[in-house]
T-cell receptor, first 110, second 122 residues
């Protein structure tokens, strides 16, 4: 079981909006640790998508956005495209366990 | 352009050892913390270990503590992960990742290598 809980899968049609949740606890997200999100396609290097809760690295489309509240965080993807089909991971810092990842969410574009 | 190139993976028997390397280029290596993250077959990403920019502090996941040792040679822009007493459950793709951020609680991993596969099997 991961310290950060994500749904195993989400899906949406092209053009739609989807959200991926990430639920933590008082020792990580609730302790004011930042949330980061990564996109991972098979056989490739993971890619930083959102850092420090809601910031996009250069080159990441503004269709991707992040938010955080209390002990939870969310990644939203608008205008869904076929190329967005991938695994998505949240990541944070835990006061007991150091750096932790969520279990990952597989996004399927219908 | 930031590049991270891992090497050293391979097949090893349970109880054996491997040393992974990660050669960095395109940034001032000594200015950043560095990390290893792994992905076991069919599983998600798992943080393994982190070292601060000058190597003064290292951190390990409980699953590898006491068996893995992380080090760096800033003169060679190279990160090392010495893995000993390997277990079948250590089988994974091991990714080298550069850290960005100030306080540890703000760190994210902004650049990743392509990974190297370590297989522990008899």
């Amino acid at each position: 079981q991961s310290v950060l809980t994500q749904p195993p899968s989400v899906s949406g049609a092209p053009g739609q909006r989807v959200t991926i949740s990430c639920t933590g606890s008082s020792s990580n997200i609730g302790a004011n640790s930042d949330i980061n999100w990564y996109q991972h396609l098979p056989e490739t290097a993971p890619k930083l998508l959102i850092y420090r809760n809601n910031n996009r690295p250069s080159g990441v489309p503004d269709r991707f956005s992040g938010s955080k509240s209390g002990t939870s965080a969310s990644l939203a993807i608008t205008g869904l495209q076929a190329e967005d089909e991938a695994d998505y991971y949240c990541q944070s810092y835990d006061s007991s366990l150091n750096w932790v990842f969520g279990g990952g969410t597989k996004l399927t574009v219908l | 352009e930031v590049r991270l190139l891992e090497s050293g993976g391979g097949l090893v028997q349970p109880g054996g050892s491997l040393r992974l390397s990660c050669v960095a280029s395109g940034f001032t290596f000594s200015g950043y913390g560095m990390n290893w993250v792994r992905q076991a077959p069919g599983k998600g990403l798992e943080w393994v270990s982190t070292i601060t920019r000058i190597g003064s502090s290292t951190y390990y996941a409980d699953s590898v503590k006491g068996r893995f040792t992380l080090s760096r040679d800033n003169s060679k822009n190279t990160l090392y992960l010495q893995m000993t007493s390997l277990k079948v459950e250590d089988t994974a793709i091991y990714y080298c990742a550069k850290a960005q951020g100030g306080y540890l609680s703000t760190w994210s991993f902004d650049y990743w290598g392509q990974g190297t596969l370590a297989t522990v099997s008899s």
